[in-house]
């Protein structure tokens, strides 16, 4: 927890004073003036003070901990300078307040072992009635970190949290576009909808945790049993979807089907319990069964429910698909 210490600075600087507390009685003026050195040293946002010369003379733990200083190391050393680029253009310099004028940008950071990164750089200038510049201040933002967190957050918007596999949402969007692709290349695909049969009996008798355990084993099953080109997604629940692009390179559509049975019936030892999974599968073809995404998906859904009721573990083919498996086949 930061103790919300800066490097001493000399009197006349923004934040110069004590954070000792107020004696009673002090004015109005005395507590707005504890109240801005306290969000300058405790703030969450690296800021550093900067004399004329552009010299910190003063930093905040924020900003140390960027840079992996004390903040009585970085005192004296130079203010970055931003880069030159289309962030930092004329209009970006602009009067927010008589006296200060603002401009932001990109700097390198580097921090003390050595490591670069990115940062933003918001900087005030405080000039004197005189047009002499008195001070700079500057906040930072470490922009290396924060798209890394929105890479993350876009990450998560699309894939499922317990398997990893897209989501329903980022389904949605590959199909649009295997769909925009098979058009424009006269070519085939599939679509393979599967649910695992008896899945409540995992949750209720081994417990939630020993469901997801098993949807996690499934998950990486498929991954690993369809080609770098295949999709696989999780619809939701204990049912998946399987995208099989260009079933013209692709030998047979049902033996690929049947080795996906295969692969998931094999034994799964969850928690000292070795389980044999089966799942009811339902297949179709695009443009062979559907001329959209929705109806393709509704397509296999059906089939997959004329599996369920011939028994666990079987599969059922849409017409289209099954004719491009029997041509395949044959």
Known sequence: MSSCRTASSPRGTPFAGSSEPLAQGENVAGLSEAVRILAFECSGTAMVVADAERRIVQANAAYALLTGSSPAQLVGTLLPVAEPCADTSPADQRQRLPGCLASQGRVQGRHRNGHTRTLWMNLTTLKSAEGQVQFHLATFTDIDALESEQALLRHWAQHDPLTDLPNRRLLGTELERCVARAQRHLHKFGLVFLDLDRFKWINDTLGHDAGDAVLQEVARRLRKAVRAEDLVARWGGDEFILVLDDLPTRP???????????????????????????????????????????????????????????????????????????????
């Open 252 to 330: 047979d559509l049902g033996a690929t089907v049947t080795t996906l049975k295969h692969v998931i019936q094999r034994p799964i030892e969850i928690a000292g319990h070795q389980l044999k999974i089966l799942a009811s599968i339902g297949v179709a073809v695009f443009p062979d069964d559907a001329g959209t995404v929705d109806e393709l998906i509704s397509t296999a859904d059906r089939a997959m429910f004329v599996a369920k009721r011939q028994g666990p573990g079987q599969i059922a083919f849409s017409p289209g698909s099954r004719k491009n498996a029997a041509a395949a086949g044959g």
